[in-house]
């Protein structure tokens, strides 16, 4: 059976990054609702955690969130994906005429 493979990014998806400075030794908590997701997205497809956070630090994050079994590894390389799920990406619809006015008005959700 095909697996999809879905690389997600933590900071600013899994967990509550944004309400804080960012710190680079300390990942934020959980996001409400971040465990369920995941549980019931790795019943569908092979999940990766991508980020580029210090990968122990990360790996840490997860296991201390009980997240670790759901996710195959964590990586910072972009592996070739069905997905990526990330918080600060614009998603190219085939012509870049809107390109530049999307790039200039970006903002992540936490920061609306
Ligand atoms: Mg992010």
Do not use: H
């Not at 300390?26 to 980020?51: D, N, V």
């Not at 390389?77 to 870049?96: A, N, P, Q």
Request: proline content about 2%; hydrophobic content about 35%; some cysteine.
């Amino acid at each position: 059976m095909f697996t999809k493979k879905i690389l997600i990014d933590l900071d600013g998806v899994l967990n509550e990054y944004g309400k804080d400075k960012f710190n680079e030794n300390y990942i934020p908590e959980i996001k409400i609702g971040a465990y369920e997701f995941i549980e019931k997205l790795s019943k569908q497809a092979e999940l990766y955690l991508f980020t580029s956070r210090n990968l122990m630090l990360a790996t840490k994050w997860l296991i201390n969130n009980n997240l670790d079994k759901f996710f195959k590894d964590v990586t910072n390389t972009k592996l070739s994906s069905y997905l990526y799920i990330d918080d600060r990406c614009i998603c190219f619809k085939g012509d870049y005429c809107n390109l530049f006015d999307e790039i200039e008005e970006f903002k992540p959700w936490y920061r609306k």
